[in-house]
């Protein structure tokens, strides 16, 4: 985070702000670049494993043999580095996802990169109280500490029907944030088919795909999705919960998931 800077106001009447920080952040497996994006310089091996857990670059903690995070003068290398079986895997697929915070799918090589199948996922047994839904994206903002001193970070969180909010991550870009959260899981042993994301961004098709490939079942969010997000997200069977603020939330697909008052 920078330092506190003074700003004039219309008055003349200086204010300290503390602005974000984003730095260059390159994700390189096995001594190759596999994404560089601007990214909060926290909880950069949380990105590294999550990014590599949503890619399918790797399908658990145990097939990566090491993370290393390196300050060089450009910004912040990851060096992952895999288990053989999956070193051998990685040499056979080439996908480069460079690009500015917010942009979900740059530098994919093919259409069919846009609209790969996603399984559907399990969770059929995860119910949340409707009270509980209703509440999730106030109960986030008590661990948005980022947020709070600069007004300018994404957070993602991890919701559990009978603990709340235990976990959450937060970032410059709601990927990262996402991905943050879901290599801390993945580090904690904490299984997403357990719980919700709760997400304080719009959501887009890459944040279903990313929940889609950890196994969560169950996404709340502050803001709207877009129509495509919908539909993936109806066909990985996710319950998405959107526009959920305070009282009110709009339930737009596989509503099984959501328990009313009294059940």
Known sequence: MQPAVATKLPAD????????????DALVFDGT???VMMASPTDIKDLALGFALTEGIVTSVSEIRDIEIVA?????EARVWLKHERSRELLRRRRVTAGPVGCGLCG?????QATRQ??????????????????ATEALRAH???HDQTGSTHAA?????????????EDVGRHNALDKLIGALARKNLPPEQGAFVLTSRISVELVQKCAMSGCGFIIAVSAPTS?????AEDAGITLAAFARGTDFELLTQPFRIAAAGD
Not at 15 to 24: G, I, M, N, S
Not at 72 to 76: L, S
């Open 228 to 232: 495509h997000a919908v539909r993936i």
């Open 108 to 112: 994919i090589e093919s259409l069919e």
């Open 72 to 76: 060089v003068p450009a910004g912040i």
């Open 157 to 169: 969180g991890f919701l559990l029907a009978q603990e709340g909010i235990v976990l959450a991550r």
């Open 118 to 135: 996603l399984r559907p996922v399990g969770a059929r047994d995860l119910r949340l109280p409707i009270e509980t839904v209703r509440a």
């Open 144 to 146: 948005q500490p980022l």
């Open 33 to 35: 670049s596999a994404g």
């Open 13 to 24: 009447r200086p204010l300290l702000r503390h602005h974000a920080e984003e730095v260059p």
